[in-house]
């Protein structure tokens, strides 16, 4: 299960924050394993948090997500798992990465047993004598970078064989890529991002959103920065470079705008997950901010 760990919110209502007040904004921050949804302003700093894994690739967006595929029969059980990219205009999925042992494992299982029948997906599964399973778990999100891990087991009442993988998939030609790749695409990884005494800082058009690796927490500092330098910490990711997405300035198309939305709401819906917290800082610095965070 996903760990939605971060994100408060900061609302005021009928009321204005003191001096200093944040900037208007309003965007995207997106790990390896939760979207955040940030919206500031005279009226204080709002933000939510989805279990939606979002990236984009060649100006489109997509969501990332792992599907499962099971099939039963009398006397066998195979199960396997693939990621996949959902655009979110179109809605079309496509496959990223698949492990093919599962479904050449069930042939193979087929070719010796030609009169097996295939359970329909309501009947219970009896006790089989042959599994063959295959997880998939998305590590993290670096760019147009999906990093996964997978495991696969087949068993019998004889055997048991086991394994672990780790790979990288691009999300732009919906490929396996070596690990090398990642390493060179340095400019796709921060997405306009510019690296600098250990942060990673991204520049708008009346703020900044800054990046800081935390090397005690293990875990990357979000910040919010007005033109004076003035900061407000939003919360931690645990991507070492998160992607950001501006909803604000250049202000995105209301269609594109309306898909992310329903996506971010769909992923809520699919897992019920939601955290918020919410305290008054009408009397706070904003370097007492982080008390939040702790």
């Not at 001096?19 to 939760?34: H, K, M, N, R, T």
């Not at 919206?39 to 709002?46: N, R």
């Not at 670096?142 to 990288?168: C, F, W």
Request: charged share 25%; net charge negative.
């Amino acid at each position: 299960m996903r760990n939605l760990r971060w994100l408060f919110v900061l609302p005021f209502f009928g009321c204005s924050l003191p001096a200093p007040q944040p900037p208007s904004a309003e965007f995207l921050v997106a790990d390896g394993s939760s979207t955040y949804w940030v919206k500031s302003g005279p009226a204080g700093i709002h933000a939510r948090v989805s279990p939606l894994i979002l990236t984009r690739a060649a100006g489109r967006y997509y969501e990332v997500f792992v599907g499962e595929s099971t099939r039963s029969y009398e006397d066998a059980y195979f199960s396997g798992e693939a990621i996949y990219r959902r655009d979110l205009m179109t809605g079309d999925s496509t496959v990223l990465w698949e492990d093919s042992r599962i479904g050449d494992w069930e042939k193979v299982y087929l070719a010796r047993h030609p009169s097996a029948r295939l359970l329909d997906p309501d009947e219970d599964a009896p006790d089989v004598a042959l599994s063959a399973t295959g997880e998939a778990d998305i590590l993290g999100i670096v760019g147009p970078y999906v990093l996964y891990t997978h495991r696969s087991t087949l068993e019998n009442s004889a055997m048991q064989h086991a394994d672990t993988a780790k790979g990288i998939v691009d999300v732009r030609v919906a490929k396996p890529v070596p690990m090398a790749a990642l390493a060179r695409d340095t400019a796709a990884i921060s997405d306009g991002g510019i690296r600098e005494n250990g942060t990673v800082r991204w520049r708008h058009s009346r703020y900044d959103v800054i990046a800081r690796f935390d090397t005690t927490r293990r875990e990357t500092e979000v910040v919010l920065r007005d033109l004076r330098h003035r900061e407000w910490t939003l919360g931690y990711v645990d991507s070492p470079v998160p992607r950001i997405f501006w909803l604000d300035e250049p202000r995105i198309d209301a269609r594109v705008r309306t898909a992310i939305s329903h996506a971010f709401e769909g992923a809520l819906s699919d897992e019920d997950m939601s955290q918020l917290a919410s305290r008054d800082l009408s009397l706070a610095h904003p370097a007492s901010f982080r008390a939040l965070l702790q």
